[in-house]
Each structure stands twice: as structure tokens, then as C-alpha cells.
């Protein structure tokens, strides 16, 4: 019986790109929860230069706010 790798070693096996890909798939996820929690728009940010991942809601189009 053959024993298959760990998910986190076939990762590191696929290359960088993927898990770069992974990471932009998992804010995009999380930013859909947080709509789905506190509606709005929400937008992300990945920096992997600055080691930096934000997610935040955009209040730049709402309407309404206090003059």
C-alpha cells in the first residue's frame, strides 16, 4: 500500500505559483464571509513583498453618510 504525502507537501511540490493563487483564493473567500456577515463591499489586499494580507470593507460608494 502506497502512502500518499501530506496536502501541505503536494502544495510545496506544486510550485509557488499555486500556493500564490491559494492565498488570493482565501481572501477572496474570507472578504464573501464578511460580506455575507456585514454586507457592503469588501476588498482585499495581498502584498507578499511586505508580507501583508487585509481585508476591509470599501465605504467609498456609500450613499447617505453625514455631512
Not at 23 to 38: P, T
Request: with cysteine; proline share 1%.
Amino acid at each position: 500500500m502506497k502512502a500518499s504525502l501530506h496536502p501541505d507537501l503536494k502544495r510545496q511540490l506544486i510550485g509557488g505559483a499555486d500556493l500564490l493563487a491559494e492565498v488570493e483564493q482565501v481572501a477572496n473567500y474570507l472578504a464573501d464571509l464578511m460580506q455575507e456577515i456585514h454586507g457592503g463591499d469588501w476588498r482585499i489586499s495581498v502584498n507578499h513583498e511586505n508580507c501583508f494580507a487585509m481585508v476591509a470593507r470599501d465605504f467609498s460608494d456609500d450613499t447617505g453618510a453625514a455631512s
